[in-house]
Structures are given as structure tokens and as C-alpha cells.
């Protein structure tokens, strides 16, 4: 906050003199009226937060919106909401976040401020009448009166002056006071130095009036009067605003544009760039922007204008570079998963900078070393990225600020996304990081607070945020869902638990899972029961080879059902060769005869039963009529899938759409789950009887053969 128009003393005199680390951190925000946020209610956030939402449901808007909580930001018209028109005539808070103080940062007020309680959180609020941040006490009793006994430049100078009213008047006309009539001080040195030029001057002209000369030191050698412990303001309120906002206002730091490093960098040009922002740097083979530049020898540590004087003596060029390039490669290889590697930057002729990569493995060996911009696309944004990021979070502008991502990492491979997880958690450290993420890899901490989902309502265009994420859509929490199954993921991937798991059924879609977890709760046969077996359904059928094999492949004893398409068929095959035994591939039968789907295993008036129950409220309004057993016969089908896919074709000018038989599955499951299945005759019951019965025997099947002595190679010698 600007008052009276005065300069402030900056946060980096007082970070300098205390050698203090701030790290206010937000514990709480709202955000009212700003895009498409109408009022995002109170939202709480940890040292490590992400944003989850789909695309344009508000993420970019919340982070931007706290950026209006720096110093002179700028508010555009063009970013209210324009359906709060009526509460936007009055003066509401557009952005405002309560930010937990460090204890540090409580000290330097306590240093201060002696007088007041202890202050522990401050809220900071935005409005969209005011041209700058506000701040907010909470409980805190503050005195907004004028008061002389504030310890404040203002207080000081006016000391000062009136002192210098005391010195007869043929002294005082030859003193200059205008330091003390103008704002207060930039920097301790300017303080210093005006302070003795003035003592100096009341020195050589009152060198006859010893009263002056003392006074002046008594006043001058005051410690409360030193550059350090003066405020800015007439009243308690006021030195405590302006001492918050030059010294303690955290920095909102917004990134939304990670540029990309090409590998061959035209010094000229960049030097030129350097003396003339206005121009871009010229690379040999791309245009970019000289900061991507400075972030790579930023962290190599390397001074260009240093090189410029180098570059003719090849053995210190080759020594700079050598101690250049080792920097980099240790900077960058934290956040590098994988194998690491090596970077080397290279001074060609026409003063052309190459970077050089190289592949380092754990045998010691180096491969594919060449220039960066050979490296592929996606190599050189993993890199560009690396670079860029670190670099800007290292510097002392960006050390302790709030950091706003927008999508970090979006173009790179999941194994990479969590070389950037690392970075941003070791970050967490240092600065608080808030971003907006739509990859499940860059979630690490599900505690409330540390995901917040962004919800869109189409219909009011309003953003809405979930701190208790799981009361958002499915759809807007497969991230996070996806995120959550990584340690499924990586138990599958353990083969110690492959090799003690029980058997794995994988089925062909979700529809056939739902039907063997939900008759074997309706026919509770402990003799027949899929509690033994983990039941894993494929996303589709293209899935269910590569599936398969990676279960086998990790120790599981994986079995499959499938129909009795051709491409089931095809399936079976490939896995036999791939090392699983025919006794592993279960086909859907009944009575001996081949069934095409789970649904077969249906009497068909019980399925008809629940399609009917299903579409004559999905299609009420296409005018759908309950179908019957005689319906399918027309058909000429031998499956009841194929019989209602066919039914539903010839309705298609009708609206009927696709036949969704995972629909139907939910019906059936859910009169299931609420003993409300009256509708499912024994027939049916006896059918998936003879499923599950067909299923053990081949699990006992299977265990008889693998109990043989030497039965893998016995397995072998049969594919042969």
C-alpha cells in the first residue's frame, strides 16, 4: 500500500540487515467474481497443492486470481464476472488468502513491534476498488491515530526538524534539511551517508555552541533511531501495513509458458539480446528468447562475459567449460529419472554454443552422445523444462515465493512427470507450490487440502471447488482415481506378490466383472465362490493379451475368460505361445454348448426383464415398446447381444442409439446388492452355477499340473 505517495524501505534491505527467511504460506483462500468464479467459498491448501479439474472448468482462474494478490498487479475489466455486475457496483474482495506466518517472520514484527501480541496469520485481500493488496489482522487491536510515539521515519524527521527550530537562526539558514522533509531512505547506506553529511554540517557550523553539537549526537546515536528499526508511517496501523508490505508480502509467482532449449546458441546474438531486451536471440536453427539462455548457464554457472574473454586461450576455455558443464549435469539429474546424463556445452567456431547430451548407465558406459536439438521431441521439452524450472525456482527472486504452475509437465512421459513430482516436492520445502495438473503422476499427496478439484456447472458457467475431493463427478476424479491405483499398479509389478497372490481372473470388460462379483453375493455357495479369485477387468477386449501376459509375467497365476468370437480365439492362441497352458483359457459354456457373452448365461426372459426395467425410462421418449422372448427369435440370432445390437440397428432413425448393455448390468447388479433380484429365476442361477464350477475346475486343473515335477518344461515341449 502507497501512502502519502512516500518510498518504503525494500524487503531485501530488511532480509539483509535481519538475515531472516520469510515463508508465509497460505493456509486459506476465496476467490468472489473473478472469471468464471462466482465465489469459490473458503478453500483450504498445504505447501503442496494440486488442482484437478477438466478442461475449462477454473483451474487457470484460480491461480491467476491469486496473482492479484501482489504488489501492483493490474486488474483488467475484462476479468469480472460479468453476471455479478450488481454486487461488482459495490467494493466485495476479489481475491483474499489468510497465510500462516513463519516463526521468523513472527520475530521481525515482535522485533518491531514489541508492543503488540503476538501475530501469527494475516489475511491479504484483493478488492476490485483498490489499485493494491490490503491486510487484515484478525483479532489484533491496532491504533489508527496519529501517534509521535510510533518509531517511524515520519516521527523521526519531524524530531529532527523540530530540533533544528531550536538552533539560532544564523546556524540554521546554513544547514540543509531536505533530507528530512523528503521520503524516507532507500537503503541503510543513503541513510548513513545523509545522516553524517547533515552531522558534519552542524559540526563545522556549531562548532562554538557545544549544546547543539550534543543534542544532535544524543539524537543521532539513538539505536531506536538507526535505519534498521525505523518504520514507515504516522500510526500504529500504518507502520505496521507498510512494514508487512515492505518486508513480509510473499510474492505470487505465475507460470504458465515453458519454452524450449534448442542446443545450438549464437553468442553474438545473445550478447547483442542482452544489451537490447527488445530484440529476440537468434539461434542457428530456431527462434527463441534470451531467458532460456540465461536459465541454462544460470545453473552451469557460467559467466558469458567470462567466456568472452576466454575463448581464445584454448586451455582456460577448455577449463571454464569442463567446470560448466559438470555443473549442469549435476543440477539437472535430480529431476532426471532414469538413466542419468551427461550435458556438455561445446564453443564452436562463429561463437556458436552447442549442448551437447549423453546417456550415462549404471555400467559406467556413455551412448548416444550428439547435439540436443537431434534428440527427440519429447526428450528436448524433458530438458527445456528441467532447465527452465530449476533454474527460475533457484533464484533469489523466486526463493520463498508462492509458485502457480499450470499444468507442469503436460507433454512428458509418466516416468518423467515423476522426475518433475521431486523436483516440486523438494521445492515444497522452500516455497509453497499450488498447480493445476490433468496427469494422475503429478499427484503425490491426497490429503484434503493438498488435491482441490475445480468443478464446472455448464448450465450457470460457474466454477465450483471440492476440498473433500470424492464429492466431485467420476468424471472429473479419474486423475485422481488413476493416481490412487498406483500402488496397484506397482504391487502387480512386484513379483513376490504375484508369486503369493491368489489367482487372477481377467475378463473382458467391466460389465463381466460386475456379473461374477454380483451373482456370486446373490447365490452365496461357499463351494463356488469368486472370493478366492482377484477378478480384473481389461478396458477392452484389445487389451486383454497384453494384460495377461504382464500378470504371468509377474508370478500371478493369471487365468482368462473369453467368448467364443474368432478374435478370442486369436487371443487364446497368443497366449498360449507366450507361456500360458490351455487350461488357463476359460471359455463361456453351458450344457457344452458355446456362448458368445457373460449375458448368455442369462435365462432370456430374466434379461429381458432388466432391458426393459432399463430403456422405458432411457428411451421414453423414443418411444420405446417392452421387447419379448418372440422379439429376440426374429432375430435369427444365436446371442442375446447380438439379438438386441440387431434390434437396436433397425431402430436407429428413432434415436435409439447403441445397445448399452453395461447399463443393463447395473440395473441387475444393483436389484442385487438391494435383495431386490426376484425377477432372476433358479435357471438362472443354476447357469452361472455352471460357470463358477467350470471356472474351479480348472483352477484345480491347473494346480494338479503345476504340482508335477519339471511341469514347465513339460509345458514347453507340448508348445512345441
Known amino acids: 500500500m502507497i501512502l502519502d505517495g512516500q518510498y518504503r524501505i525494500t524487503s531485501y534491505e530488511l532480509n539483509e540487515r535481519s538475515n531472516k527467511i520469510i515463508k508465509m504460506r497460505i493456509r486459506r483462500f476465496r476467490v468472489r467474481a473473478f472469471r468464471c468464479i462466482h465465489d469459490s467459498g473458503e478453500v483450504r491448501v498445504g505447501d503442496l497443492g494440486a488442482f484437478i479439474g477438466r478442461n475449462e472448468a477454473g483451474k487457470t482462474t484460480i491461480l491467476e486470481a491469486l496473482t492479484l494478490l501482489n504488489k501492483d498487479s493490474v486488474i483488467s475489466e475484462l476479468d469480472l464476472c460479468d453476471e455479478m455486475a450488481a454486487e461488482l457496483k459495490k467494493e466485495i474482495n476479489l481475491a483474499e488468502a489468510i497465510l500462516e506466518l513463519s516463526n521468523e517472520e513472527r520475530e521481525l514484527i515482535k522485533e518491531s513491534f514489541p508492543e503488540l501480541p503476538e501475530i501469527k496469520e494475516i489475511k491479504i485481500f484483493r478488492t476490485n476498488k483498490t489499485e493494491q493488496p490490503q491486510y487484515d489482522f484478525g483479532d489484533v487491536k491496532l491504533d489508527e491515530q496519529e501517534n509521535a510515539g510510533v518509531n517511524s521515519w515520519e516521527n523521526f524527521r519531524t524530531k529532527v526538524i523540530s530540533f533544528v527550530d531550536t538552533i539560532p537562526n544564523h546556524i540554521r539558514i546554513k544547514l540543509d534539511t531536505s533530507f528530512f522533509e523528503g521520503p524516507s531512505p532507500e537503503s541503510d547506506e543513503a541513510f548513513k551517508n545523509n545522516m553524517a553529511e547533515f552531522g558534519n554540517s552542524i559540526h563545522v557550523h556549531a562548532s562554538d555552541v557545544s549544546q547543539i553539537i550534543s543534542e544532535w549526537e544524543e539524537l543521532a546515536e539513538n539505536e531506536k533511531f538507526t535505519f534498521r528499526n525505523l518504520l514507515v508511517g504516522t500510526s500504529q496501523r500504518m507502520a505496521l501495513e507498510n512494514f508487512i508490505e515492505d518486508n513480509l508480502h510473499p510474492k505470487f509467482v505465475y507460470f504458465s509458458d515453458y519454452k524450449k532449449i534448442i542446443g545450438n546458441i549464437n553468442l553474438t546474438e545473445y550478447l547483442k539480446q542482452k544489451d537490447d531486451a527488445e530484440h529476440s536471440v537468434e539461434y542457428v536453427e530456431e527462434f527463441d528468447k534470451s531467458e532460456t539462455v540465461d536459465n541454462l548457464f544460470f545453473l552451469a554457472d557460467l559467466d558469458v562475459h567470462e567466456l568472452e574473454k576466454v575463448k581464445h586461450s584454448p586451455s582456460k576455455l577448455v577449463k571454464l567449460l569442463s567446470a560448466a558443464s559438470k555443473q549442469l549435469s549435476l543440477r539437472l539429474n535430480p529431476a532426471w529419472k532414469g538413466d542419468p546424463i551427461h550435458v556438455e556445452l561445446r564453443l564452436n567456431p562463429n561463437n556458436v554454443m552447442s549442448v551437447v547430451i549423453s546417456d550415462i548407465h549404471k555400467d559406467g558406459t556413455v551412448t548416444n552422445t550428439g547435439l540436443l536439438n537431434r534428440r527427440a521431441e519429447g526428450f528436448k521439452w524433458t530438458f527445456s523444462f528441467i532447465v527452465n524450472f530449476a533454474a527460475e525456482t533457484q533464484k533469489t527472486a523466486l526463493k520463498e515465493a508462492i509458485l502457480l504452475l499450470d499444468e507442469p509437465a503436460r507433454n512428458l512421459h509418466p516416468t518423467q512427470q515423476r522426475g518433475i513430482s521431486d523436483l516440486l516436492k523438494s521445492l515444497a520445502g522452500s516455497n509453497q507450490v499450488l498447480y493445476a495438473t490433468h496427469s494422475p503422476y503429478m499427484i503425490f499427496d491426497y490429503a484434503p487440502g493438498n488435491v482441490i478439484v475445480v468443478e464446472l456447472d455448464k448450465k450457470k458457467h460457474l466454477s465450483r471447488l471440492h476440498y473433500d475431493y470424492w464429492k466431485a463427478e467420476d468424471a472429473t476424479l479419474v486423475p485422481i482415481l488413476y493416481g490412487l491405483s498406483r500402488g496397484l499398479v506397482e504391487s502387480i509389478t512386484d513379483r513376490e506378490i504375484g508369486r503369493n497372490s491368489r489367482p487372477v481372473i481377467i475378463v473382458e470388460t467391466m460389465s463381466d466383472a460386475m456379473y461374477l462379483n454380483g451373482f456370486d453375493k446373490f447365490l452365496e455357495d ?129 434415436g435409439w442409439e447403441e445397445y448399452d448393455n453395461t447399463e443393463v448390468c447395473r440395473y441387475i447388479s444393483e436389484k442385487i446388492a438391494g435383495r431386490d433380484a426376484e425377477f432372476l429365476t433358479d435357471k438362472t442361477k443354476d447357469s452361472f452355477r455352471s460357470l463358477y464350477r467350470l471356472i474351479a475346475e480348472r483352477i484345480r486343473q491347473y494346480h494338479n499340473m503345476i504340482s508335477e515335477p519339471d511341469w514347465e518344461q513339460k509345458l514347453k515341449r507340448r508348445l512345441v
Open 526 to 654: 461357499p463351494n463356488i465362490s469368486m472370493n478366492p479369485l482377484n477378478i480384473v477387468p481389461a478396458y477392452n477386449k484389445n487389451s486383454v493379451l497384453p494384460l495377461a501376459i504382464f500378470y504371468h509375467n509377474h508370478g500371478y497365476q493369471t487365468f482368462v475368460l473369453l467368448d467364443n468370437s474368432d478374435e478370442s480365439k486369436f487371443i487364446s492362441d497368443r497366449l498360449v505361445q507366450n507361456g500360458l497352458s490351455d487350461i488357463q483359457m476359460i471359455f463361456y459354456e453351458r450344457d457344452e454348448k458355446a456362448l458368445m457373452s457373460m449375458e448368455d448365461y442369462l435365462m432370456v426372459e430374466d434379461y429381458l426383464h432388466a432391458v426393459n426395467q432399463t430403456y422405458e425410462v432411457l428411451l421414453r421418449r423414443e418411444g420405446y415398446t417392452n421387447l419379448t422372448v418372440d422379439d429376440i427369435r426374429k432375430t435369427k440370432q444365436d446371442s442375446i447381444m447380438a439379438a438386441l445390437k440387431n434390434i437396436w440397428n433397425s431402430h436407429k432413425e428413432d
